[in-house]
Structures are given as structure tokens and as C-alpha cells.
């Protein structure tokens, strides 16, 4: 079966992703990691984690503050919420922007592949109007583009905690899984 349009996009990011953790100097890896590097591991994609959804924008945008692996207070403002089912389940979550001028939007989130398959303190997803933003204003929220922060590569970065809001009481087996260091 020939790969549609979209998974070959998903396809071809990973390549690029780990063509750049394995040879690029801005790498996140330790430069003693790079030259063994085989790839991230990725789950499958899967159609069934990809979703267009509508933007719940909260009127009353607070402020949070989250810890970050460093040990410092970051500062996020509440945005959004998308609403969506996974596995029959009812899910929302959060979505951040670190200014409110910004357009993109950040979505922290943990599941329960936390830990075992994927990385223990959650994973990303950034969308970005211009490639996630549909005619019809829906945001195309795709785990499938699921990342691990930089801090589940080296000690060298710091990175927010995902607020519990945003912790999935579902498995989301899209994405990145955990790395192997070394």
C-alpha cells in the first residue's frame, strides 16, 4: 500500500530528525553519543491519533507556572483546550503559549506510556497556524508528530514539567518512545 501524502510528510521529519541528532553539531545528543547513533524510535503511524479539532479559546486566559527539569518556574498562559476521544475515552487537554502575541501553540502532555515506552516526563507537540491551522479553523492535533523535549536527551537542557492537567489517563502510542542512552 503506497504511504498517503501525509505519512510520507511524518516520514521524512524523522529522517530529518535523525539525520540531525546524528551528525549536526547543534545536536541535543552529547557529542560522544552521535557517532553510534542509530535513530529514534517511533511508534507506527497511525491514522487514529491524528485529529482536526476545534480550539476551545478560554475567555479568562490565566497564567500557570510550571517547574522545569533545572529547577526553575516557567510561565505559561492558558490558552485553549481541545477535546477529543481516544480509545473511547474522553480526553482534553491544554494548550500553552509561553507569550500571548504568539501564534503557535504548545501542547505538554504525559499518558500512560509514560515511563515504560516513552519518556517519563511526557512529550510535545507544537502546532503552528501555518501548517496546522485548517481553511476551516480547525487545528490538526496529530500525535503522530508527538516529541520528546531535548532534556530526555542530555542533562545539558532544561525543560517544563506537563502541568497535571494535562496528564492522559489513555496509552497514546504515536510519537517518539523513550531513548536508550548510549
Not at 511524518?10 to 552521535?34: M, N, T, V
Not at 524510535?41 to 500557570?64: G, M, Q, S, W
Not at 481553511?135 to 517544563?160: H, L, M, Q, R, T
Request: proline share 8%; charged share 30%.
Amino acid at each position: 500500500m503506497c504511504p498517503t501524502p501525509w505519512e510520507q510528510r511524518i516520514e521524512e521529519a524523522r529522517k530529518e530528525k535523525d539525520w540531525f541528532f546524528g551528525g549536526h553539531p547543534q545536536s541535543p545528543l552529547p557529542a560522544g553519543q552521535r557517532g553510534g547513533f542509530k535513530g529514534l524510535t517511533y511508534y507506527p503511524i497511525n491514522r487514529a491519533y491524528r485529529f482536526a479539532l476545534h480550539l476551545h479559546e478560554h475567555e479568562d486566559k490565566k497564567v500557570i507556572e510550571t517547574g522545569d527539569t533545572a529547577g526553575q518556574m516557567r510561565t505559561l498562559w492558558r490558552y485553549g483546550e481541545f477535546r477529543f476521544r481516544i480509545e473511547l475515552r474522553d480526553c482534553t487537554l491544554q494548550a500553552y503559549k509561553s507569550d500571548p502575541g504568539e501564534e503557535s501553540l504548545f501542547i505538554p502532555f504525559r499518558d500512560e506510556t509514560c515511563g515504560e515506552e516513552t519518556y517519563r516526563a511526557g512529550r510535545y507537540l507544537d502546532l503552528e497556524p501555518a501548517r496546522h491551522l485548517t481553511s476551516e479553523g480547525k487545528w490538526i492535533v496529530d500525535f503522530n508528530e508527538a516529541y520528546n523535549p531535548w532534556c530526555a536527551y542530555s542533562e545539558d537542557y532544561a525543560c517544563p514539567f506537563v502541568p497535571p492537567e494535562n496528564w492522559l489517563q489513555v496509552p497514546v502510542r504515536a510519537g517518539e518512545g523513550s531513548y536508550e542512552h548510549g
